[in-house]
């Protein structure tokens, strides 16, 4: 027998609210939809209630879904949170996910993927057929589109600060190798093996042509003489006029300080 899930809908979004709890009611294996309209309306109802999942915005009169969260499972609640907010900042997910968020989608989603999210917290017991489920991966990608222009936002602010112009090719080879190295550090160990390689194939060109390319970006920024700007991105006195770090060095600092920071 599938099993029959509770919902609460804590959103302070009236249309939203509506709208999502309509099409909740209509769908298989619901066995019940709430709504809670404030930050303690919700923490109440779930420690009371302990609903099977709780689809919840961050932003919430009284207190916050970061909160309602905490509260929540300090009094023993079970139930699996799953945030729909229009806060797509790194910091936010980050901290969302530390407080035990199974899932984090961004504003505005589609029901019939929030439906599938919401079953994919119970993959081992409950058994999918329906065919917009497909449709859950845009949702991924979307959230995986949006951490990545914000990375690489990041990334530009830091070109910016220590003097790399956006037209040359280092530019871009360089912010790669970065965005590489934050996703699996042991790259680093590997740069003529892996990370060379991997970035040459990406803008079809050679290793050797992305080694040049990203020496060149470093040492325009060194000639450009912003030795402060560059020490201040790092927080520290890392290097003088008369000393350059190897292309490895400064993919390892950039990418240490975007991990530092979240």
Known sequence: MEKQISVLIADENKEQVSKLKSFLETQENILSVSVAIDGEDACNKIILNNPDVVIMDLILSGID?????????????????????????????????????????????????????????????????????????????????????????????????????AHIKGYYFLREAIKMAIENPEVINSITKRLYPSIAERFDTSASKVERAIRHAIEVAWNRGKIENINSVFGVKVYS???????GEFIALVADKMLIEG
């Open 65 to 165: 879904g970061y909160e309602v969260i905490t509260k929540a499972k300090e009094n023993g609640a079970k139930s699996k949170f799953i945030v729909v907010s229009s806060l797509s900042n790194d910091t936010f997910v980050q901290k969302a996910m530390l407080c035990g968020v199974e899932y984090y989608m961004i504003k505005p989603v589609n029901c019939d993927v929030l439906y599938k999210r919401i079953f994919d917290l119970f993959e081992n017991k409950v058994e999918i057929s329906k065919p917009e489920a497909v449709e859950s991966e845009e949702s991924v990608a979307s959230v995986k589109s949006s951490k990545n222009k914000l990375l690489e936002e990041k990334i530009t602010n830091i070109f910016i600060t220590v003097g790399i112009p």
């Open 241 to 247: 006029n008369n000393e350059k770090p190897t292309n």
